[in-house]
């Protein structure tokens, strides 16, 4: 008995069979894959769209996106264009953020601290300058001066009110060494002198000049940014320091100056200056000495010893 094997041919048309079920599974999957991936496509597109559409009616309402703000000149040459790019500028730019300060602000405000620090400073020194003075004149000067750098104390304080900070001051290391000389000229002059007058003169106007700097370049600084109220104030006191300065100038030239030079010896320039004089007459004096000498010896006639 023959056993029942499956021709070749069979196995064959199986194996065929197989294959075509594979192959028509594969090419579903990749119909299905491209048909996903065109859909993908399809959606994409279509997001592009209507958000080249959302875009497209955001320009037609005025509001571009930053970035083609920026870019575009005209409208930063515009009048409110300029301001919106100002305003944003300030705001992200490397300031930092919008409630932050600008280097500028951050030096001026630095300043006011340093002036309200060294009128504090001098309001202590002025009353010892004035008990060390020998003149009434010069004490009522720095008498007035006290009473109007206590205004200039609360002027400052109005400034800080207008920037809404608050009054403080941070050592000024310029005034704590015009305070420290003050004390030395004190110490190192005679009580009573005009000489210690003209010092204290002196001392104070370095104090005159570095607050007429000061709140000159803060005026400045004021009307720069704005601060129109803030400059008013500063340049009140901008000019009563300028006043100060000249009443000084005046006292010392009238009348402290003139004294202070009776005071004393003669100066060491003057000591000098005679003793060089007196040298070279002493060398005037030995010459007319030898040019005599040689004269008279030229005089003697030759036939002196003839008979």
Same mark, same amino acid.
């Given at each position: 008995?023959?056993?029942?094997?499956?021709?070749?041919?069979?196995? %064959?048309?199986?194996?065929?069979?197989? &294959?075509? #079920?594979?192959?028509? &599974?594969? %090419?579903?999957?990749?119909?299905?894959?491209?048909?996903?991936?065109?859909?993908? %496509?399809?959606?994409?597109?279509?997001?592009?769209?209507? !958000?080249?559409?959302?875009?497209?009616? /955001?320009?037609?309402?005025?509001?571009?996106?930053?970035?083609?703000? /920026? %870019?575009?000149?005209?409208?930063?040459?515009?009048?409110?264009?300029?301001?919106?790019?100002?305003?944003?500028?300030?705001?992200?730019?490397?300031?930092?953020?919008?409630?932050?300060?600008?280097? $500028?602000?951050?030096?001026?405000? !630095?300043? *006011?601290?340093?002036?309200?620090?060294?009128?504090?400073?001098?309001?202590?020194?002025? @009353?010892?300058?004035?008990?060390?003075?020998?003149?009434?004149?010069?004490?009522?000067?720095?008498?007035?001066?006290?009473?109007?750098?206590?205004?200039? /104390?609360?002027?400052?304080?109005?400034?800080?009110?207008?920037?809404?900070?608050?009054?403080?001051?941070?050592?000024?290391?310029?005034?704590?060494? =015009?305070?420290?000389?003050?004390?030395?000229?004190?110490?190192?002059?005679?009580?009573?002198?005009?000489?210690? +007058?003209? !010092?204290?003169? =002196?001392?104070?106007?370095? /104090?005159?000049?570095?607050?007429? &700097?000061?709140?000159?370049?803060?005026?400045? *600084?004021?009307?720069?940014?704005? *601060?129109?109220?803030?400059?008013?104030?500063? +340049? #009140?006191?901008? =000019?009563?320091?300028? +006043?100060?300065?000249? $009443? $000084?100038?005046? =006292?010392?030239?009238?009348?402290?100056?003139?004294?202070?030079?009776?005071?004393?010896?003669?100066?060491?320039?003057?000591?000098?200056?005679?003793?060089?004089?007196?040298?070279?007459?002493?060398?005037?004096?030995?010459?007319?000495?030898?040019?005599?000498? #040689?004269?008279?010896?030229?005089?003697? @006639?030759?036939?002196?010893?003839?008979?």
């Amino acid at each position: 008995m023959r056993s029942k094997t499956p021709s070749k041919s069979a196995n %064959s048309n199986k194996a065929r069979g197989a &294959a075509d #079920k594979r192959q028509s &599974a594969g %090419s579903s999957g990749r119909q299905q894959g491209s048909a996903g991936r065109n859909e993908s %496509s399809a959606n994409g597109r279509a997001q592009e769209r209507s !958000a080249g559409s959302r875009s497209e009616n /955001v320009s037609g309402r005025g509001q571009q996106p930053t970035g083609e703000r /920026v %870019s575009q000149g005209s409208a930063e040459r515009s009048g409110s264009g300029a301001g919106n790019a100002k305003k944003e500028s300030g705001a992200s730019g490397s300031g930092g953020s919008p409630q932050g300060e600008s280097p $500028l602000e951050k030096f001026f405000l !630095a300043q *006011l601290k340093d002036i309200y620090y060294a009128e504090q400073k001098i309001t202590r020194s002025l @009353p010892k300058m004035q008990e060390a003075a020998t003149t009434e004149e010069l004490k009522d000067a720095f008498e007035d001066h006290l009473h109007q750098t206590q205004r200039h /104390v609360k002027r400052l304080e109005k400034v800080f009110q207008t920037l809404n900070k608050k009054a403080e001051g941070e050592k000024c290391e310029a005034i704590e060494g =015009i305070a420290r000389e003050v004390d030395s000229i004190i110490e190192e002059t005679e009580e009573g002198t005009f000489t210690r +007058d003209a !010092a204290l003169i =002196i001392a104070a106007q370095k /104090v005159e000049h570095y607050e007429i &700097a000061t709140y000159g370049g803060l005026v400045q *600084l004021a009307i720069t940014m704005g *601060l129109h109220d803030a400059a008013d104030l500063l +340049d #009140k006191t901008l =000019i009563e320091e300028e +006043d100060t300065d000249s $009443l $000084l100038t005046e =006292i010392a030239e009238n009348q402290i100056n003139l004294r202070a030079e009776h005071e004393g010896n003669q100066y060491s320039w003057d000591q000098k200056d005679q003793e060089e004089t007196d040298e070279a007459e002493e060398e005037d004096e030995t010459e007319e000495e030898e040019e005599g000498n #040689k004269a008279g010896k030229k005089g003697q @006639p030759i036939y002196a010893g003839i008979h």
